[in-house]
């Protein structure tokens, strides 16, 4: 059974930064793709930004671009994501997102499997 668990969400003034974790049981981060969606109240699930299962290439929104990064520790099976430069409109519940596709894609369903979620609040 395949279990991915977010944690490091919280309130951050706006131009700050955090760091989010996922690590995963069940799957293997060096052999699947995996990915960050965020939800915000009254809004649909969004792509924000994903990495291969090589590890090689990483696909993001234009939103985030240049101010999140993706990366994976394969030996502690985890995936981060690294948000710099919040804004209040970043908002949101984040969800780790993971699936055995070899290439990141923006659709919510193209994922088996999804952790719980961490909100994320970005103060002005």
């Known amino acids: 059974q395949v279990h991915l668990v977010e944690s490091g969400g919280g309130l951050v003034q706006a131009g700050g930064s955090l760091r989010l974790s996922c690590t995963a049981s069940?799957?293997?981060?060096?052999?699947?793709?995996m990915a960050w969606f965020r939800q915000a109240p009254g809004k649909e699930r969004e792509f924000v930004i994903g990495?291969?299962?090589?590890?090689?290439?990483?696909s993001y929104t234009g939103s985030v671009e240049g101010r999140f990064t993706m990366s994976r520790d394969i030996t502690k099976n985890t995936v981060y994501l690294q948000m710099n430069s919040l804004k209040p409109e970043d908002t949101a519940v984040y969800y780790c997102?993971?699936?055995?596709?070899?290439?990141?894609?923006?659709?919510?369903?193209?994922?088996?499997?999804w952790g719980q979620g961490t909100q994320v609040t970005v103060s002005s």
């Open positions: 069940g799957l293997t981060v060096r052999s699947s793709t």
């Open positions: 990495i291969s299962w090589s590890g090689g290439s990483t």
């Open positions: 997102a993971g699936d055995s596709r070899p290439w990141a894609t923006m659709k919510p369903n193209d994922y088996n499997y």
